[in-house]
Every structure is written in C-alpha cells, then in structure tokens.
C-alpha cells in the first residue's frame, strides 16, 4: 500500500487484538510501529517479529498507559530509536462486564484509569513528539456507545467519555494540523472476547443477527480504517467517530 512510507507509529495496547491488527496494518502501508504493552511482552514480540517477517519496522516498548512516566518513556523510547512520532493510536483498553450490583471501586478506576486517563496521557506527550506539521491520533471506541448492552456500565460509559475526549480535541488541536478520529468498532473476535467468553455466549447469535453483514468482526477489518485516518488521504478528516461494526444496529 504504501500511503504511510517514512511515518512513526505507537500504537498502545498492540500485543494482541484490535491493537496488533492495526500494528501490523499500518506497518504493511509503509509506517515503523511501535507496539506498546503493558504485561504482555510474548505477545507484543510476537507482534513484533510477524511485521519484521514481513518486511515492515517495528519495536516493542513496556508501558502502563494509565501511569504518565511509562507514558514519558514510551514516547522518549520511540523517539531515541525511530524519530518524531506521526501517528498515535489510542488502542489500549480494559473491559469487564457483570451487573451494577458487582462494581467495586477499584474496576472503577482501572477502567476509567486506562480508557480516558490513558488517552489523555499518551495524547499530552504526544503532542510533544509530533512536527511542526502535525499528526494523527486514532482513538479505539466501541459501538456498544449507541447500543449499550447490560451489564457493561463501566467500559461503556468510560468509551462515552472517549467519544467527547475525541471531539473537543479535534476542535483543540486542529489548529496545529493534528486530526483527532475514532473508531468505534463492533463485535470483533479477539483473544479479550474469547476470554470473557463472548465468542461463546448465547448472546453472539443475536448480535450477528443484528449486523448487516451477518458475521463478526475480524482485527484484519478494523485496521484498513486506521491506516485511512493516519493517512494523508484523510487530511480533511477530523472529530469523527465511524462506525466499523458490519452495520450492527
């Protein structure tokens, strides 16, 4: 592909999931990515050696998005071993789901800590990193933020937060020709939902029959809208939030 040639990535939460599929998306169209990790360095080397393989440039760097001196290192790590950053792709996440009754303080912060701190952090030390011509940040939402499922309380309504962190900062930083988009995918078959067991549930069935396109969503469709936001094909594209769920409704 290519429309991303000479341009330095981070992308966070990229060892597995939604996150490696855009590491290794924005690689194969030219950029050098940074696959950032919290705990799972096997995976984001993984990562890692996958885009190598390929032919792509790529690193693994260890940080804690919700912690702004992992988030100081992540960016002066890039920095040091590639150059200025162009692109930023705010991926890392925490979700959980049960009922109102079970949320305990501690899930509170961990999600909030993670889905908007976080977001805030690594944009803040960004903004840092970027040229004097600008950048590109790409937020990871969900689509469960127009059709809120049960039992999902905290990761919803800390990806609501996102859908306006997105908005104001696209009103803040376009004026420094730094774009701010968000994707809000759909159901996605990731090693997260296979854990929590989503891939398995008998709610599944119902949510496929709710998508136009009648399958669930795969890391491989998410990423060629991330590589189109971090592009300069998407120069005049800013403070939007598209939806890449297979037309779940």
Known sequence: MGSLIGKIAVVTGASKGIGAGIAKGLAAS????????????????????????????AMAVQADVSVAADVHRLFSETQHALGPVDILVNNAGRFEFGPIESIEEAQFHHHFNTNVLGVILTTQEALKHFSPDGGSV????????????????????????????????????????????????????????????????????????????????????????????????????????????????
């Not at 990515?33 to 080397?45: F, I, L, M, P, Q």
């Not at 790409?138 to 905290?154: D, F, K, M, Q, S």
């Not at 995918?185 to 396109?213: F, V």
């Open 30 to 57: 030219g950029a050098s990515v940074v696959v950032n990790y919290a705990t799972d360095r096997v995976g984001a080397e993984r990562v890692v050696d996958a885009i190598v393989s390929a032919g792509g440039q």
């Open 138 to 249: 790409v937020n990871i939402g969900t689509a469960g933020t127009e059709h809120p499922p049960a039992n999902g309380l905290l990761y919803v309504a800390s990806k609501g937060a996102l859908n306006m962190i997105t908005r104001v900062l696209a009103q803040e930083l376009g004026p420094r020709n730094i774009r701010v988009n968000q994707i809000n995918p759909g159901i996605t078959d990731t090693e997260g939902n296979r854990r929590l067991g989503t891939m398995e549930s008998e709610m599944l069935p119902q949510m496929i029959a709710r998508t136009a396109l009648r399958r669930t969503g795969m890391p491989e469709d998410i990423a060629p809208v991330a590589v189109f936001l971090a592009s300069a094909e998407a120069r005049w594209v800013t403070g939007e939030i598209i939806g890449a769920s297979g037309g779940y409704s």
